[in-house]
Structures are given as structure tokens and as C-alpha cells.
């Protein structure tokens, strides 16, 4: 029989566990939700062959301008390949109607690199990955009227706002994306300028020391080192708590972040995860 393509959230959850349990060929995307709550989301599809299901793909859209591939995942011995482009087609059509325009990809394996690039996919840039080994504290002076907090559940609504209008369209969060990297973060901290939340940032702790998961300054006080008296607090915390690493992840093309981080002392380390994207709308 030919194979069916059907939407994720149609098949009994104890089908996809069971399927998930195997030895699959997986990619899967840098992500705060479980897979289980992107598979009950739109824009997530199996494919079925003899009732059996054989492959999952996501392509969930976090903001109305940008999806990610979050997870192709292919039982072994069924044709990967063929299996991706069907449901990379499903989940291209359901991205079109919603005019969603572009669908963005990591690659973090050549199987999956050639998939993407067989698909009309184009590497268009980087993640590469930072650290700033035993960090040193330089303690940051606000400029006058300005206040830095720890963030709390209040200032979440005007965090979510900053960061929409800091990041380009693929890195912006959803909301609820925002609430689990709340729930999981260790040290976060907002800055005002004295009525309204003008930056951010979030770290959680990891068996290495700390991660840097998100930092953004409202782009209207951008360059006038806020990012740096930011970040210099949240060294100053790791330093307190005898952190041995900070870690953060940002792009080859983010020049503002990358001058950033080098001149607070962040170094290059791992491999850089290529960035790809296809246009969804032609
Ligand atoms: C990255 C970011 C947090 C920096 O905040 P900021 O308050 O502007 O930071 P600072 O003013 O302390 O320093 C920024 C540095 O980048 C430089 N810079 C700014 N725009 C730049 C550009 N387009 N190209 C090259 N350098 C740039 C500034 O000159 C400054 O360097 P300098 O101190 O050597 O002159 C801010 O640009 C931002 O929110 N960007 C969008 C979100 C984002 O990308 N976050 C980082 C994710 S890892």
C-alpha cells in the first residue's frame, strides 16, 4: 500500500511512544517543549505505511513569520528520504494556508544536511557556541533612573513584548516557549528604564556551570553598553556562586551579539551548527 501522510494529533499517543521507543533515525531541534506537546500541535504529521506508522516530522510556527523543523524522526530500514519529503510537502501546504513564509532548520549531521539541501533548502547561517571560562566579575553601574531586578512572573508579559521586538522573526519566542525557559531558569534579570522593562536575560545552570539562554535590549537603547552592564551582573552571579563555565549559543551573523561576547571574554568552543531556511510562500 502507499504510504499516508496524516496529522500527528490524529494517532493514539501509545502509537507514538511505542514508535518512538524503537532505534529511529532522529533529528531533533533545540527545543523547551516536550515532544510530546509539539506532536499534539499543528504542523506536526506521521506517516503511515500498512497501518504502521514509519516516520514523524514538526514544523511548528512559534511566530506567525517563522517555523522550525523540530523533529523528523524515521523507523530504520524505511526510506528516510522518501519519508521526509513527504511530509516536509504536508507541512509545507498547512505553512503556506497560514502564510507562514519561511521554515528554518539546524542541521546538527551530515544524513540530515543532505536531506535538507536535497529539499531546496540554503545554509544561510550559524549557531556557534561561547564560553567564558571562571568568570570574573566587573561590577556594572546603572546609568541613573535605570533598575535591574530578578525577573518575576509579572514582568513576563513585558518580557515576551521586548523580546518580539529584539530578535528577527526565526529567534522570537512564543509565549508559552517563554514561560518554560522562566520555569527552568536559574538566574534572571530584567532592566528597566525606570517605567518599562528595556532588557533581559536568562540563564539556567547545566552540569558544565551556567547557560546563557536569552539576552535582548530594547532596540531603541541598543549600543549603549546595557548589554554588557547585563551580562556583567549575571558573571558577577555565576563568579558568587563558583561557576566554572558560562556558556551561551548566538550566530555567526549576529555581529552586535558576537562584539558583545568577545569583549566581555567569551570564547569560541564546539562545532558551529549550520542554519538553514526554505521560503515557504514563492
Ligand atoms: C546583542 C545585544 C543584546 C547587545 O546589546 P547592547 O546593549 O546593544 O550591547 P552593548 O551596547 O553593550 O554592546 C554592543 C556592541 O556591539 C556593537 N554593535 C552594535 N551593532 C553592531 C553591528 N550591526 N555590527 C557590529 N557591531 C555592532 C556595538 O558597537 C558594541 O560594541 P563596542 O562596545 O565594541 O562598541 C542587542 O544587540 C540585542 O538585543 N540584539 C537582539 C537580540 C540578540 O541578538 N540577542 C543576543 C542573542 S545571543
Known amino acids: 500500500m502507499n504510504p499516508v501522510i496524516l496529522p500527528a494529533g490524529q ?14 533515525l532522529v533529528h531533533r531541534h533545540l527545543d523547551w517543549l516536550s515532544l510530546e506537546e509539539r506532536l499534539t500541535q499543528p504542523l506536526a504529521f506521521a506517516c503511515t505505511r500498512d497501518g504502521v506508522l514509519r516516520a514523524l516530522l514538526s514544523a511548528a510556527a512559534d511566530s506567525p513569520q517563522a517555523a522550525w523543523l523540530r523533529l523528523f524522526e524515521c523507523g530504520r530500514g524505511y526510506p528516510h528520504a522518501q519519508a521526509f519529503s513527504s511530509l516536509l ?4 501546504a498547512s505553512l503556506q494556508e497560514q ?16 536531506l535538507l539541501l536535497g529539499n531546496g533548502f540554503q545554509e544561510t547561517d550559524q549557531v556557534i557556541s561561547l564560553q567564558l571560562t ?11 533612573g535605570f533598575t535591574l531586578h530578578q525577573t518575576r512572573r509579572v514582568d513576563l508579559p513585558e518580557v515576551l513584548a521586548l523580546d518580539q521586538v529584539s530578535f528577527t522573526p526565526e529567534w522570537r519566542l512564543s509565549d508559552r516557549t ?31 556551570g ?9 532596540p531603541e537603547y541598543q ?13 558577577a552571579q555565576a563568579q558568587a556562586w563558583s561557576t566554572a563555565a558560562l556558556s551561551v549559543n ?15 571574554g567569551f570564547q569560541p568552543s564546539g562545532k558551529p551548527v549550520p542554519v538553514f531556511e526554505l521560503g515557504v510562500i514563492h
Open 223 to 235: 549600543g549603549r553598553g546595557l548589554g554588557a552592564i547585563i551580562l556583567q551582573d549575571l558573571i
Open 134 to 144: 571562571s568568570p570574573q566579575a566587573a561590577f556594572p553601574v546603572l546609568p541613573e
Open 178 to 208: 517563554l514561560e518554560m525557559i522562566y520555569q527552568n531558569q536559574h538566574y534572571g534579570t530584567v532592566m528597566t528604564d525606570g517605567s518599562r522593562v528595556i532588557a533581559y536575560q536568562s540563564s539556567s545552570a547545566n552540569f558544565q
Open 89 to 92: 510537502q504536508a507541512a509545507l
Open 11 to 24: 494517532l493514539p499517543q501509545e502509537t507514538i511512544k511505542a514508535f518512538r521507543w524503537q532505534d529511529n
Open 250 to 264: 548566538t550566530q555567526r551573523e549576529n555581529h552586535a551579539s558576537r562584539k558583545l561576547y568577545a569583549r566581555l
Open 210 to 218: 551556567m547557560h546563557l539562554n536569552r539576552l535582548a535590549v530594547h
Open 99 to 114: 502564510e507562514v513564509p519561511t521554515l528554518y532548520s539546524l542541521a546538527f549531521s551530515d544524513w540530515f544536511r543532505d
